[in-house]
C-alpha cells in the first residue's frame, strides 16, 4: 500500500461527497426509482440496503477505488493466508478457520490447523451435547439445570449476546448466565436463587490470568467448595483457554478443559470454545449453523467482486461517514429485541479493533479511525435518544437490523416492529421542512403567530444516512452471518485506516495501574503519598466513608 495513493483517492472522494451542491439524498429517490435495487445488495436472505446514504454511482467507484488504493484485496487474502497479519503480538488472526466447516486447508503461519480445529470442536460440542441431553451430570447425579459463564470482553461479550440472541434454541430447563465484573454484584446477582447442586461453572479466559474472571472464578469455587465439598469441584467445573497450564493449576480436571490458539483474537472467539456456554444451551447442530452462517460470510467477503460486497461495503460506508463527512459516532439500532446485546458486542469488535492513533509503520495515523459505536433495540431507542438522531447537532449513521419473521414472538407485535424500523429510516433521510410543518399547523387551526413560534421546532432537517440489513428471521445461521459481516467490515476499515486491527494494547495501562492501588484501596492504613490528588483524595474520601 502507498499512502499517497490511499491519500489521493481519500481526497478524491471528500471532494465528491462533500461538494457543497451535492443532493439531498430524498432527492436522489425521487430522481431515481431504481436507486434502491442500485444500492443494495442480497446474499442469500439477508439484504444490505445502503441506498439511504449519501452514495451515488461516483461515490461508489471512489469507495472502491480507495479500497484498492488500499490494497484491500491484497491484505484480506494475507488475512485468510494465515500470515501474522496481528504485526505487534507476531500472530495470525485466523479466527475464520474455526468455521472453516469445509474443511478448505488453513495455515496459521504456516502451520495446518484443519485437524487441530476440527478435533477439539468435536470434544468441545460432544461435552456441551452431553451436558444439554444429561448425559453428563453433576456430583449427585441430577441433571445440570444452570450454566454460569465466567469471562469478560470477549469471553462474556459473545456467549452473552449470542445465548440471548438465540433463546428460543436454548434448551428447556437449561438457564443461561453470564459473569463479568468483578463487581461482586455481578456474581452474588447471578447466583440468587440458583441451585449449586444443579450448577455448571465454564471459566472462559484465553489468558487465564484476566483479574475479574479468576476473581469470580475462585469465589463460586469456594462457594461450591463450602457447599458441596472439594470432590464437586471436578464435576461442576469446566475451563476454557489457551493456557491449559495455568487452568491446570486451577484444579479443573484435563477432560473438562478446552483450548484454542493464540491466533484467535479474544474479541474473535465465539466461534472457538468460549463458545462453550452458547453450545451447551443451543446444542450441536444449531452451534455448527452458528460456524456455518460465519463460514458463508467469510466466503462471500473472499469472492463478491467489491461493489456488492456486503462487509467491504459497510466498511468503505463507515470511512466515508467517519472521514468524508466526519461523523463521530455510529449507533446500530437492532429492531429484534433479542439482539439486545449485540451493540455492546459490536463496540468491543470495533473499537478494541480499530480504536488506535498509530498505524502498522509506527506512526500516528493522519485519519480519525474508528467512531464510537453504540446503540439499543428499537423501538425503545425511539423513546429515548431518537430525538437527537432526527434534531441533534450531530449527524449518527445508524445500522438498522431487523428480521423479516419474528420466531417465537407474536406476528402482529413483529408488523409493528418492522413498520417502526422502516419509518425510522424514511424519517431520518427525508425529514420535514418548515413549509410543511406551517401548512400541518394551519390545517390544525393554529393561530399564526403560535404557529410560527412553534414550527421551528418541529423540523427535521433530515438527510441523515442509515443502512438496514434485513434477513429471514434470526436463526443460529442468520447470527453467524451478521457477527461474520461485522468482523470483516472492522477489517476492511482497519486497512484502510492501516492501523493493526488485532492489538489491543491501549487496555494495559489501566490495569497495571489498577494492580497497584488495589493494596492502598484494601489497606486503610496504607499511606497515599505520591499519587496525584484526585486519586489520593478519592481513595481518602472512600476510607472516611467506610
Ligand atoms: O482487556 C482486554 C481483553 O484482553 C480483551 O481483549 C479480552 O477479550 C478480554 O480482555 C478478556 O481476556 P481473557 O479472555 O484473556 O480473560
Known sequence: ??????????????????????????????????????????????????????????????????????????????????????????????????????????????????????????????????????AIRAASGARFTDVVNFGIGGSDLGPAMAARALSPFVADGLKLHFVANVDGADIADALKGVALETTLFVVCSKTFTTLETMTNAASA????????????????FCAVSTQLDRVAAFGVRPDRVFGFWDWVGGRYSIWSAIGLSLAIGIGRDNFKDFLRGGEDVDRHFQEAPLERNIPALMGLIGVLCRNALGFPTHAVIPYDQRLVRFPAYLQQLDMESNGKSVGRDGRRVRLDTAPVVWGEPGTNGQHAFFQLLHQGTQIVPVDFLVAARPIAADERHHELLFANCLAQAQALTQGRGIEEVARQLEAQGMAPQEAAMLAPHKVFEGDRPSSTLLYGSLTPRTLGRLIALYEHKVFTQGVIWNVNTFDQWGVELGKELAVKLAPLVADADAP???????????IAAARARR
Open 528 to 538: 497515599l503519598d505520591g499519587l496525584d490528588s484526585s486519586t489520593a483524595g478519592l
Open 1 to 134: 500500500m502507498d499512502a499517497s495513493t490511499v491519500a489521493d483517492a481519500l481526497s478524491a472522494l471528500r471532494a465528491h461527497a462533500g461538494r457543497s451542491d451535492a443532493p439531498r439524498v430524498a432527492d436522489l429517490f425521487k430522481a431515481d426509482p431504481g436507486r434502491f435495487a442500485r444500492f443494495s445488495v442480497a446474499f442469500d436472505d439477508l439484504l444490505f440496503d445502503f441506498s439511504r446514504h449519501r452514495v451515488d454511482a461516483t461515490t461508489l467507484r471512489l469507495l472502491v477505488a480507495l479500497a484498492r488504493a488500499a490494497d484491500l484485496e491484497g491484505r484480506r487474502a494475507e488475512l485468510f493466508s494465515g500470515a501474522a497479519v496481528n504485526g505487534t503480538e507476531r500472530r495470525a488472526a485466523l479466527h475464520m478457520a474455526l468455521r472453516n466447516l469445509s474443511g478448505a486447508p488453513m495455515r496459521a503461519q504456516g502451520e495446518d490447523v484443519d485437524a487441530i480445529v476440527a478435533a477439539e470442536r468435536a470434544r468441545l460440542l460432544d461435552f456441551a451435547q452431553g451436558v444439554r441431553e444429561g
Open 221 to 236: 469455587r469456594a462457594r461450591l467448595v463450602a457447599a458441596l465439598g472439594e470432590a464437586a469441584v471436578a464435576d461442576h
